[in-house]
């Protein structure tokens, strides 16, 4: 089927999660192109939700207990391995509300980039903030360009994003030096070609991620026209690290991955690619990945 879509949604203990997967299909122009994979990470009170979410309709569960998870990027990992070919592939949070159309808009976009001779581009961003206790009235019309929020350990740790002024007068996505994910539109070839590392926790996996796929020749883009929205107060989620009292020993462990990455030592699957390194993405992006200070941007 032309325009066949891989959907994957990491979610844990998310009231949340009905709601977006109802939303998410019930907004797409096409849902019989959505293939949805959700690594649905439960404890026995969230039992009742599976029938709800069968009902939905093209929905693919991996049931895993909340005990046994082992955060964010693994359940990424489990799902990336799920691709069956789809020729488009999206990776979401379980958060989310949609504009009416968004698949065949972001489809549009990203076609638009290959066809401007962008050949691996990835439309990526934070999307502006919607309130489930208030919807739709509580969602902000915004575009957000990603930055820097935060450095620990002499090295970027956090991310926020900043509105762009003026984006309704955008013509086209705005390169990007990093990736959301809470929200990655990318062929389904990057599901092979940039594999999620399990053993990255949470902290600083955008940036990994950013870092790993640039490497790989991927040019990101944020997207200028609205697409959706995310939920950023976790109100109505508990966190991996709220239940996993070893998260921080599994963080440090983390944290040096990261620091074998962004020093370009890190090898195989997870590491980096061959057609640009480190320095050439700190040169694009204007900063270092360890240490302080920036360095000249050569965009």
């Known amino acids: 089927m032309p325009g066949r879509m891989y959907v994957q949604i990491p979610a844990y203990r998310d009231r949340e999660l009905v709601p977006t997967v109802a939303d998410l299909l019930r907004t797409a122009t096409h849902p019989d192109r959505l293939r949805v994979a959700i690594a649905w990470q439960h404890d026995a009170r969230e039992a009742p939700l599976e029938s ?70 990835i439309l990526t961003g934070y999307l502006p903030p919607y309130d489930p206790a208030n919807d739709p009235a509580g969602r902000v019309e915004a575009i957000y360009r990603m930055d820097v929020a935060e450095r620990q350990r002499q090295m970027v740790f956090r991310l926020t994003g900043h509105a762009i002024r003026g984006w309704r007068r955008l013509a086209s996505p705005v390169p ?29 996996d955008e940036v990994a991620i950013a870092l790993r796929a640039y490497s790989r020749g991927y040019d990101l883009f944020h997207p200028h026209k609205m697409l959706g929205w995310h939920l950023y107060d976790r109100a109505t989620r508990v966190t991996h690290w709220d239940d996993h009292p070893a998260w921080r020993a599994q963080n440090d462990r983390s944290f040096e991955r990261l620091r074998a990455l962004f020093s370009g030592s890190l090898g195989g699957p997870y590491g980096l690619g061959t057609a640009r390194t480190v320095a050439d993405y700190e040169t694009f992006a204007g900063l270092r990945l360890m240490g302080s200070g920036s360095r000249t941007c050569a965009s």
């Open 176 to 204: 990007a030096r990093f990736a959301s994910l809470h929200f990655l539109f990318a062929a389904g070839s990057f599901n092979e070609e940039v594999p999620f590392d399990p053993a990255v926790y949470f902290f600083a």
């Open 52 to 121: 709800a979410l069968r009902r939905l309709g093209p929905v693919e569960l991996t049931k895993i207990p909340a005990a046994r998870s082992q955060g964010c990027n693994w359940a990424r990992h489990l799902l990336q391995q799920r691709w069956d070919g789809e020729p488009y592939t999206l990776f979401l949070d379980s958060h989310h509300r949609f504009v009416a159309g968004w698949d065949e808009q972001v489809i549009g976009l990203f076609e638009a980039l290959r066809g401007a001779g962008i050949r691996k581009p």
